[in-house]
Nanobody
Framework: LVQLVESGGGSVQAGGSLRLSCAAS????????MAWFRQAPGKEREGVAA???????YYSDSVKGRFTISQGNAENTVYLQMNSLKPEDTGVYYC????????????????WGQGTQVTVSS
């Protein structure tokens, strides 16, 4: 059974930082695409950041320069360091994984975590 478990969400004031973690288990191979998505109340799920083979990364324009995605030393782990948080960063953050490289859209990811809440107050 494939499982993705996120942790690290919470409440913080604007300008603060949080670090999200995602650990994937139950898959014997490697996830070549691992990503973070978020969903605010009443809005569609949007891609925030992704990491691929050869340390390639993607960031949405709204988080570029503030968020950093990185792979952990343990295989199939990924982190999202979020700095200079803004109220508009509030939402449920989901970790997603795919054994295929270059995935970008939410429908392209086969595996999802349960989500972790991030709340940024002004």
């Amino acid at each position: 059974l494939v499982q993705l478990v996120e942790s690290g969400g919470g409440s913080v004031q604007a300008g603060g930082s949080l670090r999200l973690s995602c650990a994937a288990s139950g898959y014997s191979g490697s996830y070549y695409s691992m990503a973070w998505f978020r969903q605010a109340p009443g809005k569609e799920r949007e891609g925030v950041a992704a990491t691929y083979r050869f340390s390639m990364t993607y960031y949405s324009d709204s988080v570029k320069g503030r968020f950093t995605i990185s792979q952990g030393n343990a295989e199939n782990t990924v982190y999202l360091q979020m700095n200079s948080l803004k109220p508009e960063d509030t939402g449920v953050y989901y970790c997603a994984a795919s054994p295929f490289d270059g995935r970008r859209q939410s429908y392209e990811f086969e595996y999802w975590g349960q989500g972790t809440q991030v709340t940024v107050s002004s």
